[in-house]
Nanobody
Framework: QVQLVESGGGLAQPGGSLRLSCLAS????????MSWARQAPGKRPERVAG???????YYTNSVKGRFTISRDNAEKIVYLQMNSLKPEDTALYFC??????????????RGQGTQVTVSS
């Protein structure tokens, strides 16, 4: 059974940092692409970063240069390091498992999410 469990969210000040973690189980983690997405109240979900099984990455424009996605295949964890946080980064962040090795493949599972709030 596929499970994705996020952690690391919380309250951060503008300009601050947070690191999110997503612990995966129930599938061969190293074979699949993973992504982080977010959903703010009243808005549609937005994929912010993805990492393929070869560790090639994707970022949406609004987070380029500020967020870094990485993966630890031995520990089955995908991370999202978020720096220079802005109030508009406030959202529920959740991780996604893709159906294949590339970040262009559709996703088939998501976690419950972890809340990130950026406010002074």
């Amino acid at each position: 059974q596929v499970q994705l469990v996020e952690s690391g969210g919380g309250l951060a000040q503008p300009g601050g940092s947070l690191r999110l973690s997503c612990l995966a189980s129930g599938f061969t983690f190293s074979a699949y692409a993973m992504s982080w997405a977010r959903q703010a109240p009243g808005k549609r979900p937005e994929r912010v970063a993805g990492i393929a099984n070869d560790s090639s990455t994707y970022y949406t424009n609004s987070v380029k240069g500020r967020f870094t996605i990485s993966r630890d295949n031995a520990e089955k964890i995908v991370y999202l390091q978020m720096n220079s946080l802005k109030p508009e980064d406030t959202a529920l962040y959740f991780c996604l498992k893709h159906r294949g090795w590339g970040t262009d493949d559709p996703s088939d599972y998501r976690g419950q999410g972890t809340q990130v709030t950026v406010s002074s």
